[in-house]
């Protein structure tokens, strides 16, 4: 039987007693789930929704050491700042070496249309590189006017002097949120999707467990946990006045929209940075799956299971790319697009512009002994998890084996090299684009998933898209998928790059997860 078999997850945690019981399956709950399980700890992970249907799988896709906080750093003279690019970084090539299949090296190309900006971002990017050290991708370097052209043809020509270019890491953040869940499931944890916390059971005070409710069965379950990790990213207010209902409010959510096209912007593979919007953003213009996506906006918004882009966002985007492509790309150009809320914690001293919040994590204990972990971005869940297991650990005087996350690779990096693709396309027959989307997504086991239902491997659910029948069947004995958008948006990601090719697909994958059911 696979780890991610949902009812005997969930019988699990009806009937074992916990150390650590996270609440949550984003990035940040399924890093800490997978760091708990691996020093031994009895781990359980639960997730009112999806696995990453929060703000996990609504990110820009970047795996970044933060180029703007960067710039911050250097015009404030800001060591906090400069220590969080570091930091990041480091993140970045720890995550490249754990999932090679799932995150790559992505060169950024920036514009410039003056001399003094093609100084100011050399010289930004020449110290971006210094900051990464041995942990570097790749040099920045200048760009004439014609490699930056050929980068992105559709470029406003017009005072267009060069640019620069400069290395970061991207990736499937859904896939990779799924992958560290399996991960974690693989290493012993119980995990559950659609399991909502509603509430804490206590002894002499200590929070020790949850009551969770099953959201497709409908049953409710007492969880036993000697500690309880709250990892709800925007949502983390809630759970911490579930603890305590006087707990004053850490979480400043943002929204962040991006959008989805259908156009060729880049044809070698580049991802351009808009270096300046009028509100003091960057945004990018990225490559991913096939599409090119592009965002984001940032907003203050309340914490909402799911937030959708409001037609002012839309606009706004439309409008700052109008500056910059020529011709400026139009409505029927679009073909989806998303919202997430950034798990910001408030600043009160930010003034009501979450642009200029730093994006930190923080560690609390509160009332009862609940551990809340906010803040932070997807580059450095691994981060966040070891420093929130180091404070479980010591806490609670637990006997654990130290942090391995750092060179524990993740599931599918084994069996994983980069001439992966051509020997599955070699020895099954497939189109290259297929064999190419199998090797990213799932690394090592795609042979595996071949194997699963090989009448079907050859299947695509969307003409011109590389997914295929056979991954909804891996999704749902493998990946514990349990409806059409768990696989349309999480497990693929058609759902995010193309809502029509989607729609036009949910019919065969309602009928391929009831036969896998
Ligand atoms: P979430 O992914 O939101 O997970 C929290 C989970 O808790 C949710 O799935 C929710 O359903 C669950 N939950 C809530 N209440 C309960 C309950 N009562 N019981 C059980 N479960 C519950 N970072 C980068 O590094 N690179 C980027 O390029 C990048 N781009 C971004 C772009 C945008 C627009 C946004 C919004 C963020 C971006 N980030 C990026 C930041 C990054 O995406 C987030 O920091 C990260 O995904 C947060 O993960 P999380 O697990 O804390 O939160």
């Known amino acids: 039987m696979s780890a991610m078999d949902r009812a005997a997850n969930l019988a699990r945690l009806r009937d074992e007693d916990f150390d650590v019981l996270v609440i949550g399956g984003g990035a940040t709950g399924a890093g800490i789930a997978l760091d708990a399980a691996a020093r031994g700890l009895r781990t359980a992970l639960v997730e009112a929704g999806d696995f990453a249907s929060g703000t996990s799988s609504r990110s820009t896709k970047l795996v970044h050491g933060g180029v703007r906080y960067l710039e911050r750093a250097v015009t404030h003279l800001d060591r906090a700042q400069f220590r969080l690019v570091r930091e990041a970084l480091a993140e970045r090539a720890t995550l490249l070496g754990i999932a090679p299949h799932l995150v790559h090296p992505l060169r950024t190309v920036v514009p410039a249309y003056s001399l003094r900006d093609a100084i ?60 560290l869940v399996a991960s974690a499931a693989a290493a012993g944890a119980a995990v559950v999707n659609y399991a909502y916390v509603t509430g804490f059971a206590r002894s002499d005070g200590h929070i020790r467990g949850a009551a969770v409710r099953d959201m497709i069965g409908g049953e409710a379950v007492d969880v036993r946990a000697r500690c309880v990790v709250n990892a709800t990213g925007p949502f983390a ?18 929204r962040g929209t991006h959008l989805a096209f259908d156009a060729d912007w880049a044809p070698h593979g580049d991802a351009l940075l808009i270096p300046r919007t009028p509100d003091g953003r960057v945004l990018f213009v990225t490559p991913w799956e096939g599409s090119v996506i592009a965002g984001t906006t940032d907003e203050p918004a309340p914490a909402a299971s799911t937030p959708h882009p409001t037609e002012a966002e839309i606009d706004y985007l439309f409008e700052q790319l109008g500056h910059w492509f020529d011709p400026p790309p139009g409505r029927d150009d679009m073909r989806s697009s998303w919202a997430g809320l950034r798990p910001l914690i408030a600043d009160p001293e930010a003034g009501g512009n979450t642009a200029k919040l730093v994006r930190e994590h923080h560690i609390e204990v509160g009332k009862g002994g609940l551990v ?44 994983y090299s ?89 019919p065969r994958v309602e009928e391929l997860l009831a036969n896998a059911r």
Request: neutral net charge; proline residues 4%.
């Open 120 to 179: 100011f971002y050399r010289t930004g990017l020449w110290m971006y590189d210094r900051a990464a050290g041995a942990a570097g991708i790749g040099r920045s370097r200048y760009l004439s006017r014609a490699e930056m052209l050929r980068a992105f043809p559709g470029l406003r020509r017009k005072g267009l002097r060069g640019g620069v270019a400069y290395y970061d890491g991207q990736f499937d953040d859904a896939r990779m949120n799924v992958t």
């Open 237 to 254: 207010d809630t759970v911490r006045r579930m603890a305590d209902p006087a707990a004053r409010p850490m979480m400043k959510p943002s």
């Open 372 to 415: 809340t972990i906010a803040g932070g971005k997807w580059t450095t869940y691994r981060l966040m998890a070891e420093e929130t297991l180091d404070r479980v650990v010591a806490d609670n005087d637990f006997d654990a084996r130290p942090c391995s996350t750092r060179e524990r690779p993740l599931l599918g990096a084994e069996g």
């Open 418 to 506: 980069e001439d992966l693709a051509v020997t599955l396309a070699e020895r099954h027959g497939l189109p290259g684009d297929v064999a190419a989307h199998l090797a990213h997504a799932y690394g090592g086991r795609a042979e595996e998933l071949l194997s699963l239902a090989p009448a079907a491997a050859n299947a695509r659910l969307a003409e011109g898209h590389p997914y295929i029948e056979a991954e909804v069947v891996w999704a749902a004995g493998r990946e514990m998928a349990l409806t059409t958008e768990d696989v349309l948006a999480r497990r693929l990601r058609l759902a995010f790059i193309d809502r029509d090719a989607a729609n036009a697909a949910r």
